[in-house]
């Protein structure tokens, strides 16, 4: 019988709040994990205490200098513009550390479980892909997802792919690891000529050793499910079985979802649910370590909660009913959220309005063209 998944979660994690008006709010991941265990889903994982990472855990990677600004902007409140604290996107908040500490702490909780004997685990609260060595970007002080993969290769090396579907680039992992073969990483994303961090192009490949693994697959606004399945189908699976990972790294930010406020994509709960089918399925024959699911962007709360609870039961093989459970409805319009479809699945496909689907296929086959002929070959493909 296969051990538990692991799911860190405590009270804590919600008070990584930058302001009360700023999109990433601490109700997506409260109403996940009530959804979540509404579902009965939660009675199948293994739920874990999320601890707060030490400083010299987070020194794995980032720079002291940096660790040391965070700190003193949260006792201060002053701007650090230089560490990217205190724009707009990363206001101050007080004990702004110890928030960023535990959304680490979480990860590599969950990581620990993984070196020990858990073979899959979903940290709700991780996927702050776009921070950087030395600077705050994009909503994420630490990042979570390159820490826990430097403990694990740190205490045996491994081969990580890392599998990134959030509507924006995975800037901070791909930086992180541009320069190794041990770890992939692969980028969807809405194309950074129109969306947040503005990278994430094909010809950003990797260096030096690391020439050949780090993949970008820019779409256009209004891609929907089918590019998704498209580029799973066409990239995704042949660079997995080709590169034969020991773990799979996922950050599954659902801002692609055509109910989302800050991205322009398209995508519904079927693009996902085929995405996320796939990959247990070859994380479960491949990667001799296991899975580690991490959340990542999506800001319309009640909509995180429906997909990632759709997601743990997708990871779990466990089924979930059609509709919402009325009890959580309630809870949602009490919260002020009155406005979200009401079952666990998209019933239609939306055509979004910014391009025209000929138009992102085109673009898209034009991409993956391209990856094929210039990176494939670095794989053997
Ligand atoms: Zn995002």
Same mark, same amino acid.
């Given at each position: 019988?296969?051990?538990?998944?692991?799911?860190?979660?405590?009270?804590?994690?919600?008070?990584?709040?930058?302001?009360?008006?700023?999109?990433?709010?601490?109700?997506?991941?409260?109403?996940?994990?009530?959804?979540? !265990?509404?579902?009965?889903?939660?009675?199948?994982?293994?739920?874990?205490?999320?601890?707060?990472?030490?400083?010299?855990? +987070?020194?794995? &990677?980032?720079?002291?200098?940096?660790?040391?600004?965070?700190?003193?902007?949260?006792?201060?409140?002053?701007?650090?513009?230089?560490?990217?604290?205190? /724009?707009?996107?990363?206001?101050?908040?007080?004990?702004?550390?110890?928030?960023?500490?535990?959304?680490?702490?979480?990860?590599?909780?969950?990581?620990?479980?993984?070196?020990?004997?858990?073979?899959?685990?979903?940290?709700?609260?991780?996927?702050?892909?776009?921070?950087?060595?030395?600077?705050?970007?994009?909503?994420?002080?630490?990042?979570?997802?390159?820490?826990?993969?430097?403990?694990?290769?740190?205490?045996?090396?491994?081969?990580?792919?890392?599998?990134?579907?959030?509507?924006?680039?995975?800037?901070? @992992?791909?930086?992180?690891?541009?320069?190794?073969?041990?770890?992939? /990483?692969?980028?969807?994303?809405? /194309?950074?000529?129109?969306?947040?961090?503005?990278? *994430?192009?094909?010809?950003?490949? *990797?260096?030096?050793?690391?020439?050949?693994?780090?993949?970008?697959? #820019?779409?256009?606004? *209004?891609?929907?499910? /089918?590019?998704?399945?498209?580029?799973?189908?066409?990239?995704? @699976?042949?660079?997995?079985?080709? &590169?034969? #990972?020991?773990?799979?790294?996922?950050?599954?930010?659902?801002?692609?979802?055509?109910?989302?406020?800050?991205?322009?994509?398209?995508?519904?709960?079927?693009?996902?649910?085929?995405?996320?089918?796939?990959?247990?399925?070859?994380?479960?024959?491949?990667?001799?370590?296991?899975?580690?699911?991490?959340?990542?962007?999506? &800001?319309?709360?009640?909509?995180?909660?429906?997909?990632?609870?759709?997601?743990?039961?997708?990871?779990?093989?466990?089924?979930?009913?059609?509709?919402?459970?009325?009890?959580?409805?309630? +809870?949602?319009?009490?919260?002020?959220?009155?406005?979200?479809?009401?079952?666990?699945?998209? !019933?239609?496909?939306?055509?979004?309005?910014?391009?025209?689907?000929?138009?992102?296929?085109?673009?898209?086959?034009?991409?993956?063209?391209?990856?094929?002929?210039?990176?494939?070959? &670095?794989?053997?493909?």
């Amino acid at each position: 019988m296969r051990n538990k998944l692991i799911y860190p979660y405590s009270d804590e994690l919600l008070n990584y709040e930058f302001k009360q008006e700023h999109p990433l709010k601490p109700d997506r991941l409260k109403l996940t994990y009530l959804l979540s !265990e509404q579902l009965g889903l939660l009675d199948k994982v293994k739920r874990i205490d999320a601890t707060i990472a030490s400083r010299e855990q +987070i020194e794995m &990677y980032h720079q002291a200098e940096f660790i040391d600004a965070v700190i003193s902007a949260g006792e201060s409140g002053t701007p650090d513009y230089r560490h990217g604290l205190g /724009t707009a996107d990363n206001p101050i908040f007080p004990r702004m550390y110890d928030a960023a500490s535990r959304y680490v702490g979480a990860t590599l909780d969950a990581a620990r479980e993984l070196e020990k004997r858990a073979s899959r685990a979903f940290v709700i609260s991780g996927g702050l892909h776009h921070a950087h060595r030395s600077q705050a970007s994009g909503f994420c002080i630490f990042n979570d997802v390159v820490l826990a993969i430097m403990y694990l290769q740190k205490k045996k090396p491994c081969k990580v792919l890392y599998v990134d579907i959030d509507a924006h680039h995975g800037d901070g @992992v791909q930086n992180a690891f541009y320069n190794s073969k041990d770890v992939l /990483t692969i980028s969807m994303h809405q /194309t950074g000529k129109t969306l947040f961090p503005g990278t *994430g192009f094909i010809h950003e490949a *990797g260096s030096g050793d690391g020439l050949g693994y780090s993949i970008n697959i #820019p779409v256009l606004p *209004g891609a929907s499910s /089918t590019d998704l399945i498209e580029v799973l189908n066409e990239v995704i @699976v042949p660079l997995f079985e080709s &590169y034969q #990972p020991d773990l799979l790294v996922t950050q599954l930010g659902v801002d692609g979802h055509y109910l989302d406020p800050l991205a322009q994509l398209a995508y519904s709960s079927h693009g996902f649910e085929v995405v996320l089918k796939k990959l247990r399925n070859l994380a479960s024959d491949i990667c001799k370590i296991g899975w580690l699911a991490v959340g990542g962007g999506g &800001y319309h709360p009640v909509n995180v909660a429906r997909l990632w609870s759709l997601f743990l039961s997708i990871i779990l093989d466990e089924k979930v009913p059609q509709k919402l459970p009325d009890e959580f409805i309630q +809870i949602a319009n009490d919260m002020g959220y009155t406005s979200f479809p009401e079952g666990m699945r998209d !019933e239609t496909e939306i055509v979004q309005q910014y391009y025209s689907r000929e138009e992102v296929s085109l673009e898209r086959e034009r991409t993956v063209r391209r990856l094929k002929e210039t990176i494939f070959p &670095y794989h053997g493909l």
